[in-house]
């Protein structure tokens, strides 16, 4: 690797719009993560709506570089090149960011890297703890749910994942009829705490079957349902039916992860890797129950545990720096014909997934 370089990443897939600077010098070091998020303008719809947020990252794109410049105190004629997420993801916003970094590669004359957003979250692990190839990983948000094993920075094993929605969509969905604020993995949480798990007969989707795929919508409609019950039977919802439901819910995402990546360990295992770690990335994994259950299944198979602090485990534009610069190191670069990719598996070998939730397509 070259001795220092430093690189400009953009980020604008989903609902966050986002740009970091991120320096190799030795190790990697994020030197600015500026990350502006369009909560607000979407809080009335119930979710992300594609166009509101292509608008808003148009708008932005061009100020939170600025920001992320000055913050990490350097200029545009500092950086070694412009590493931007070119999908999956939601493609108005997709264009945003990949037509901002076409220009400022036009205009400088900079290497421009064209950026898997997957590869972004799977390799975060090695920029903040430097964790050994081969190691597994769960990305686990409200747009995406699936075990890769990571063999290096451009080749990666897809063992599976949802076939429909994300489990942070199955959250959000959740409070929503239960009547709990978004976004809803934190309210389902706290509600959980009081709760009674066992009243409530959910099911637990694809657990009978082999595998590591998973699926969470038929979750969400037996959610709806149970309420629909309850509201039947006692003309509306107290306190403690909404805590009971919370931690029925959150008890079966919880043991459906688990299982699942307990299966993902053993295919990961036979791989012999010399340090086996288990990292989980993505807004669920701030859930204290989903964490804890992890932590323990790697404990019992003796497995590192590690998950990047929280603003590095949610959409962010440091780990398209890093995963930027870990291509700009060999020489891998894209030029002025990158084009946006609304899908883009990180597994070309793998089943396509079909789901295509409220933040758009899952791969
Ligand atoms: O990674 P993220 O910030 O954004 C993307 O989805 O890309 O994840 C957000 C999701 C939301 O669905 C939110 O409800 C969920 O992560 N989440 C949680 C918790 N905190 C956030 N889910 C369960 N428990 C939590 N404590
Ligand atoms: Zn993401």
Same mark, same amino acid.
């Given at each position: 690797?070259?001795?220092?370089?430093?690189?400009?990443?953009?980020?604008?897939?989903?609902?966050?719009?986002?740009?970091?600077?991120?320096?190799?010098?030795?190790?990697?070091?994020?030197?600015?993560?500026?990350?502006?998020?369009?909560?607000?303008?979407?809080?009335?719809?119930?979710?992300?709506?594609?166009?509101?947020?292509?608008?808003?990252?148009?708008?932005?794109?061009?100020?939170?570089?600025?920001?992320?410049?000055?913050?990490?105190?350097?200029?545009?004629?500092? %950086?070694?090149?412009?590493?931007?997420?070119?999908?999956?993801?939601?493609?108005?916003?997709?264009?945003?960011?990949?037509?901002?970094?076409?220009?400022?590669?036009?205009?400088?004359?900079?290497?421009?890297?064209?950026?898997?957003? %997957?590869?972004?979250?799977?390799?975060?692990?090695?920029?903040?703890?430097?964790?050994?190839?081969?190691?597994?990983?769960?990305?686990?948000?409200?747009?995406?749910?699936?075990?890769?094993?990571?063999?290096?920075?451009?080749?990666?094993?897809?063992?599976?994942?949802?076939?429909?929605?994300?489990?942070?969509?199955?959250?959000?969905?959740?409070?929503?009829?239960?009547?709990?604020?978004?976004?809803?993995?934190?309210?389902?949480?706290?509600?959980?705490?009081?709760?009674?798990?066992?009243?409530?007969?959910?099911?637990?989707?694809?657990?009978?079957?082999?595998?590591?795929?998973?699926?969470?919508?038929?979750?969400?409609?037996?959610?709806?349902?149970?309420?629909?019950?309850?509201?039947?039977?006692?003309?509306?919802?107290?306190?403690?039916?909404?805590?009971?439901?919370?931690?029925?819910?959150?008890?079966?995402?919880?043991?459906?992860?688990?299982?699942?990546?307990?299966?993902?360990?053993?295919?990961?295992?036979?791989?012999?890797?010399?340090?086996?770690?288990?990292?989980?990335?993505?807004?669920?994994?701030?859930?204290?129950?989903?964490?804890?259950?992890?932590?323990?299944?790697?404990?019992?198979?003796?497995?590192?545990?590690?998950?990047?602090?929280?603003?590095?485990?949610?959409?962010?534009?440091?780990?398209?720096?890093?995963?930027?610069?870990?291509?700009?190191?060999?020489?891998?670069?894209?030029?002025?014909?990158?084009?946006?990719?609304?899908?883009?598996?990180?597994?070309?070998?793998?089943?396509?997934?079909?789901?295509?939730?409220?933040?758009?397509?899952?791969?």
């Amino acid at each position: 690797m070259a001795p220092s370089m430093t690189i400009l990443g953009i980020e604008s897939s989903c609902d966050d719009t986002a740009a970091a600077v991120v320096r190799l010098d030795g190790a990697a070091k994020i030197m600015s993560s500026v990350v502006y998020g369009q909560t607000d303008l979407h809080a009335d719809f119930g979710g992300v709506v594609p166009e509101i947020a292509a608008r808003a990252h148009a708008e932005k794109l061009d100020h939170c570089v600025e920001d992320a410049l000055l913050e990490a105190g350097v200029a545009l004629a500092d %950086l070694d090149g412009i590493a931007v997420t070119a999908g999956p993801g939601l493609i108005g916003g997709v264009l945003s960011g990949v037509m901002c970094a076409k220009g400022l590669s036009a205009a400088t004359g900079l290497p421009l890297i064209g950026v898997n957003h %997957l590869a972004g979250h799977a390799l975060t692990p090695r920029l903040t703890d430097d964790v050994p190839f081969p190691y597994l990983m769960l990305l686990v948000s409200g747009g995406h749910c699936q075990f890769l094993i990571v063999n290096g920075p451009d080749d990666f094993t897809r063992l599976g994942g949802t076939i429909d929605d994300a489990p942070g969509e199955a959250f959000d969905k959740t409070a929503r009829i239960l009547g709990l604020p978004q976004p809803g993995g934190p309210s389902v949480e706290n509600a959980a705490e009081k709760g009674d798990p066992k009243r409530f007969q959910l099911p637990k989707p694809l657990l009978d079957r082999p595998g590591c795929d998973m699926s969470f919508s038929g979750l969400k409609t037996a959610m709806l349902r149970a309420r629909d019950a309850v509201v039947a039977e006692k003309g509306g919802l107290r306190h403690q039916d909404q805590a009971d439901l919370c931690a029925g819910f959150q008890a079966v995402v919880t043991a459906v992860l688990v299982e699942k990546s307990r299966r993902a360990i053993e295919v990961y295992l036979a791989l012999n890797p010399e340090q086996p770690t288990f990292a989980v990335a993505g807004g669920v994994a701030a859930n204290g129950a989903i964490r804890r259950g992890l932590q323990v299944l790697c404990e019992t198979h003796d497995v590192a545990f590690t998950a990047p602090p929280l603003a590095l485990c949610t959409d962010n534009a440091a780990m398209i720096a890093y995963a930027g610069l870990t291509r700009l190191a060999v020489g891998d670069v894209d030029d002025l014909t990158l084009s946006a990719r609304p899908r883009w598996p990180l597994d070309p070998t793998a089943t396509p997934m079909l789901g295509s939730g409220k933040k758009g397509a899952k791969a």
